[in-house]
């Protein structure tokens, strides 16, 4: 069965960074597309970056320049590097695969 696995969230200051990992298995890793998606609290949830499975990646507007995703097939992981985080980013951060399966989310606060 396919399970997504988030870690690396927490409490940060506004300026600072988090990377947060997704841990795949139960899939052909190395095929699939992978998605970060956050949800704030009465927000909806919204696409963050995505990865294919060429290497190929897209950011939301409001993280470009600030967010990096990256992948390592080896290990089967999706990362989201995020610098310079604002208050704003403050989230429930899901990875996803197609918005089929989901990881069960990892929280992201960003206050002084």
């Known amino acids: 069965q396919v399970q997504l696995v988030e870690s690396g969230g927490g409490l940060v200051q506004p300026g600072g960074s988090l990377r947060l990992s997704c841990a795949a298995s139960?899939?052909?890793?190395?095929?699939?597309?992978m998605d970060w998606y956050r949800q704030a609290p009465g927000k909806q949830r919204d696409i963050v970056a995505t990865?294919?499975?060429?290497?190929?990646?897209a950011y939301a507007e409001s993280v470009k320049g600030r967010f990096t995703i990256s992948r390592d097939n080896a290990v089967h992981t999706v990362y989201l590097q995020m610098n310079d985080l604002k208050p704003e980013d403050t989230a429930v951060y899901y990875c996803?695969?197609?918005?089929?399966?989901w990881g069960q989310g990892v929280q992201v606060t960003v206050s002084s």
């Open positions: 996803t695969i197609a918005q089929v399966y």
């Open positions: 139960g899939i052909d890793f190395k095929t699939y597309t």
């Open positions: 990865i294919t499975s060429e290497f190929d990646a």
